[in-house]
């Protein structure tokens, strides 16, 4: 996905977007508030609540996560936007 289609997509972050890592922050922020709880999150994005768990600890401490778990979290993220959650 080219950076000016990830821009449009996303612009809710462009704002906050100091750094790539900031942007899943958000995503998985986001998620949070749609789902009402992590645990909740975790279940709908496909995630064990100890897998998500440690996703949003490496998230915190600045840990790059891989390509497919980012490209997941943001189709969720997407997916809700696009349901109007």
């Not at 891989?66 to 979290?73: A, D, S, T």
């Amino acid at each position: 996905m080219s950076t000016r289609k990830y821009r449009c997509i996303f612009r809710f972050m462009i704002k906050n977007l100091q750094k790539e890592g900031n942007a899943v922050e958000l995503c998985v922020n986001y998620l949070f508030e749609a789902c009402g709880s992590h645990e909740k999150a975790a279940e709908y994005v496909g995630y064990s609540i100890r897998q998500y768990r440690d996703i949003r600890r490496k998230i915190e401490t600045g840990y790059i996560l891989p390509p497919r778990i980012e490209n997941l979290i943001r189709a969720k993220v997407l997916e809700l936007q696009r349901t109007g959650a």
